[in-house]
């Protein structure tokens, strides 16, 4: 079992920045892809973006490219998402999750589906005004 528990998210004027970060606990956390995706009321879970194991790939929706970062540091057992030049579009609940790193494929088709995931957190609102 892998506990996830994100914070970091909160109220921000368009255009601004926020840094989510999710800490992973139970497992060893090198053993999983990350990944981060994001809900709106009466929406479907959508994909943001994901990273390996090492952080040595990544892949990022095209509402993500060039505006959001993701990264991990494996020795605090946490995966950040860095938003940029926000938009009031990205409001949403953003959610961390875990892919167990079993031989899985790391592709874009795979990893941005979020039943692939095993594991995920409770989420942390951001809402971004205009």
């Known amino acids: 079992q892998v506990h996830l528990e994100e914070s970091g998210g909160g109220l921000v004027q368009a255009g601004g920045s926020l840094r989510l970060s999710c800490v992973a606990s139970?497992?060893?956390?090198?053993?999983?892809?990350m990944g981060w995706f994001r809900q709106a009321p009466g929406k479907e879970r959508e994909f943001v973006a994901t990273?390996?194991?090492?952080?040595?790939?990544?892949y990022y929706a095209d509402s993500a490219k060039g505006r959001f970062t993701i990264s991990r540091d494996n020795t605090k057992n946490t995966v950040y998402l860095q938003m940029n030049s926000l938009k009031s579009e990205d409001t949403a609940v953003y959610l961390c999750?875990?892919?167990?790193?079993?031989?899985?494929?790391?592709?874009?088709?795979?990893?941005?589906?979020?039943?692939?995931?095993?594991?995920w957190g409770q989420g942390t609102q951001v809402t971004v005004s205009s």
């Open positions: 990273v390996s194991w090492n952080g040595g790939a990544i």
């Open positions: 139970g497992e060893t956390f090198s053993n999983y892809i």
């Open positions: 999750a875990a892919l167990r790193n079993s031989g899985v494929s790391f592709l874009y088709s795979i990893l941005s589906d979020p039943r692939r995931y095993d594991f």
